[in-house]
């Protein structure tokens, strides 16, 4: 049975910082682009990072471009997002999620992605 598992959500002030990681089980995912999404308050799910999967290329969005950074430890089967400078536009609940398709290049969308965890909430107090 596949596991994604996030961690280190939380509340933080404006200008901090924090980290999150993503820990997959039950199958390896070392040939698929790892991302995360996530979900503000009364808004749609939203694109936010992926990683392919020999971390050659990563994308991100404009919102958080030069903020974030996503990187991925295929031995661990683990993806991290290092979140600086937050914002109170960054609340959210962020989701890891797995593209289902192998050896994939290109910035994935939701439809994409195979598998899901269940989210952690971010809160950036102003």
């Known amino acids: 049975q596949v596991q994604l598992v996030e961690s280190g959500g939380g509340l933080v002030q404006a200008g901090g910082s924090l980290r999150l990681s993503c820990a997959a089980s039950?199958?390896?995912?070392?040939?698929?682009?790892m991302g995360w999404f996530r979900q503000g308050p009364g808004k749609e799910r939203e694109f936010v990072a992926a990683?392919?999967?020999?971390?050659?290329?990563?994308y991100t969005s404009d919102s958080v471009k030069g903020r974030f950074t996503i990187s991925r430890d295929n031995g661990k089967n683990t993806v991290y997002l290092q979140m600086n400078s937050l914002k109170p536009e960054d609340t959210a609940v962020y989701y890891c999620?797995?593209?289902?398709?192998?050896?994939?290049?290109?910035?994935?969308?939701?439809?994409?992605?195979?598998?899901w965890g269940k989210g952690t909430l971010v809160t950036v107090s102003s």
């Open positions: 039950g199958r390896t995912f070392s040939m698929n682009t």
């Open positions: 999620a797995v593209e289902g398709q192998a050896y994939g290049s290109s910035r994935p969308g939701p439809h994409d992605m195979r598998y």
């Open positions: 990683i392919i999967w020999n971390g050659g290329r990563t």
